[in-house]
Nanobody, 115 residues
Framework: QVQVVESGGGLVQPGGSLRLSCTASGSVFDIDPMGWYRQAPGKERELVASISQDGNIDYADFVKGRFTISRDIPRYTIHLQMNALRPEDTAVYFC?????????WGKGTLVTVSS
């Protein structure tokens, strides 16, 4: 079993920044990849960014140039640095850890971008 906990959300003005963090624990050896997803009200959950154990990174088109995903040592802690935030970035951000065909999710952290 894998446990996933994320943090760092909050209220920020347009153009501001936030840094999200996520740590996976438990049976972590076979986790690959880890990533961030978000879900806005009335919309489906969508990929924001992911990072594999070999360092490959995928970004959604809508965050390229603004968000950066990174990984600590140990590798089961990841971060999402979010800059130049827009109101449309408002969503619950979820950390994901994949183990083969199984996905483990954190409870989510709310990011609200509003003036």
């Amino acid at each position: 079993q894998v446990q996933v906990v994320e943090s760092g959300g909050g209220l920020v003005q347009p153009g501001g920044s936030l840094r999200l963090s996520c740590t996976a624990s438990g049976s972590v050896f076979d986790i690959d990849p880890m990533g961030w997803y978000r879900q806005a009200p009335g919309k489906e959950r969508e990929l924001v960014a992911s990072i594999s154990q070999d360092g490959n990174i995928d970004y959604a088109d809508f965050v390229k140039g603004r968000f950066t995903i990174s990984r600590d040592i140990p590798r089961y802690t990841i971060h999402l640095q979010m800059n130049a935030l827009r109101p449309e970035d408002t969503a619950v951000y979820f950390c994901n850890a994949r183990v083969y065909a199984m996905n483990y999710w954190g409870k989510g952290t709310l990011v609200t971008v509003s003036s």
